[in-house]
C-alpha cells in the first residue's frame, strides 16, 4: 500500500508539473497586422495630401485606417477618400481591410512617398500590374522595405510591371508567401533593381502559369551573385526577351538548366551584358529551340567558354532549328577544326542562319 501512494503521489506531482508548465507558457503572439494590407507613406511638410491610387478593376468596398485617428470606407477605385491630409510630418502606417483589389502607383503621382510595404495581406486582389512601379526610389535606399506575405494574391492573374524601377532601393524585397499561381504574365515584374546587391528568393514563386517572363529582371545591374532560378517552372513560357539582360556586375552566371523553353518563341537579347563573367556549361546548350523566331542579340556584350560554346553550337544544329534566325554570341569562340566548327557551318549554309561571335579559338 506504502509502495503504491508513493507511486500515485509521484506520478501527480510529474502531472501537476506539467499542466503548471503548459499554464505558464507564453501565447504566440497574434499578427500585430492581421489580414490587412499594410504600408508607410513619408509626408515632410504640415497638411500634406497623400493620395493612394487604383484602377477600375475589380469591386471595392474597403476602410482605411489612415494611422492618425482618421478612417475613410472606400466603395469605388476614384473614391474622393482615397486622398487624405496628415496634419503633421512623420511617417504614417496605414491599414486596410476589406476588399481592396489592386493599387496602381505606376510611375506617378505619390509613389515617392511610399517608404514601406509591411504585408499585403488578404484583401481580395485580383491585379497588381504596375502595383509598386516606380517606387522606393529617390532615397538612402536603406529606408525602404517590402515584405509581402503573410498575404493572399491567389486570384492574381499579372504581375507584370509590379515592383519595376526600384531604383534605390538596397535590401531586397521578401517574397515569401506571395501565391503565384495563377499568375499569366510577369513581364517586367523586378527589372530596374540598380542598386539591389543581393538578390531575392525566389524559389517559392510557382511561375506554371506564366507565359511571358520578357525583361522579368532587366537590369539587375548592381549584384554580384546570381540568382537562384532553379525553382522556375518556365514549361509555359513563350517570351524570354530581355530577360537578364544587362546583369554587369554579376560574377558567377545562375543554373539554367530546368529552364523548359519548349514553348518559347523568342529569346531575343535574353543573356546580353553579361559582361563580368565568363560562361560556362549553364544549361543553354539544352535548350529547345523548336518553336524559337528570335534570337537577335541573344548573348551579346557576353562570353561563354569554349568549350561551352562548343556545345552549344553542336547541340543547336542538332535540332533542325528554324531557318533565317540572326543569333549574337558575344566574344564567345568555337573550337577550329572540330564538330563545333562543323556545326556552325551548319547552321549558316543549311539553315541561313546569321551568327555573329569571336570567330576560332
Known amino acids: ?36 494590407f499594410v504600408m508607410v507613406m513619408r509626408t515632410t511638410g504640415a497638411s500634406e495630401t497623400v493620395t493612394i491610387p487604383c484602377q477600375n478593376v475589380g469591386t471595392f468596398n474597403a476602410t482605411i485606417d489612415w494611422g492618425d485617428g482618421q478612417t475613410s470606407d472606400i466603395t469605388a477605385y476614384n473614391d474622393a477618400d482615397l486622398s487624405h491630409v496628415y496634419a503633421t510630418a512623420g511617417d504614417h502606417t496605414i491599414r486596410i481591410s476589406g476588399t481592396f483589389p489592386n493599387i496602381y502607383f505606376n510611375n506617378t503621382g505619390h509613389k515617392a512617398k511610399l517608404i514601406k510595404v509591411l504585408q499585403l495581406g488578404d484583401v481580395g486582389w485580383v491585379t497588381l500590374e504596375k502595383a509598386f512601379y516606380g517606387c522606393f526610389a529617390g532615397g538612402s535606399g536603406a529606408e525602404y522595405e517590402f515584405t509581402a506575405g503573410p498575404c493572399n494574391t491567389s486570384s492574381v492573374n499579372t504581375m507584370q510591371h509590379m515592383m519595376r524601377e ?40 510557382d511561375t506554371s502559369s506564366v507565359t511571358s517572363m520578357s525583361a522579368m529582371m532587366l537590369g539587375w545591374t548592381s549584384m554580384t551573385a546570381s540568382p537562384d532560378l532553379t525553382g522556375l517552372d518556365t514549361s509555359s513560357v513563350t517570351d524570354m526577351s530581355f530577360m537578364m539582360r544587362n546583369w554587369f556586375s554579376m560574377t558567377s552566371p545562375p543554373d539554367l538548366t530546368g529552364f523548359d523553353t519548349s514553348s518559347v518563341t523568342s529569346m531575343a537579347v535574353m543573356m546580353s551584358g553579361w559582361s563580368s ?79 555573329t561571335d569571336g570567330g576560332a579559338a
Open 166 to 205: 526600384w531604383s534605390s532601393m538596397t535590401a531586397s524585397p521578401d517574397l515569401t508567401g506571395l501565391d503565384t499561381s495563377s499568375v499569366n504574365t510577369m513581364r517586367h515584374m523586378m527589372s530596374g533593381w540598380t542598386s539591389m546587391m543581393v538578390p531575392p528568393d525566389l524559389t517559392g514563386l
Open 1 to 36: 500500500m506504502g509502495l503504491s501512494n508513493s507511486i500515485g503521489r509521484s506520478i501527480g506531482r510529474s502531472i501537476g508539473r506539467s499542466i503548471a508548465s503548459a499554464s505558464t507558457a507564453p501565447p504566440t503572439p497574434p499578427d500585430p497586422y492581421g489580414t490587412d
Open 277 to 355: 563573367m565568363t560562361i560556362g556549361d549553364i544549361g543553354v546548350a539544352s535548350f529547345n529551340l523548336g518553336l524559337v523566331t528570335n534570337l537577335t542579340g541573344f548573348a551579346e556584350g557576353s562570353a561563354f567558354t569554349t568549350e561551352a560554346y562548343d556545345a552549344i553550337l553542336t547541340a543547336w544544329n542538332a535540332q533542325d532549328p528554324v531557318n533565317g534566325l540572326s543569333v549574337h554570341f558575344g566574344s564567345s569562340q568555337y573550337t577550329s577544326g572540330g564538330a563545333a566548327e562543323a556545326a556552325r557551318a551548319s547552321l549558316i549554309s543549311s539553315d541561313s542562319w546569321t551568327i
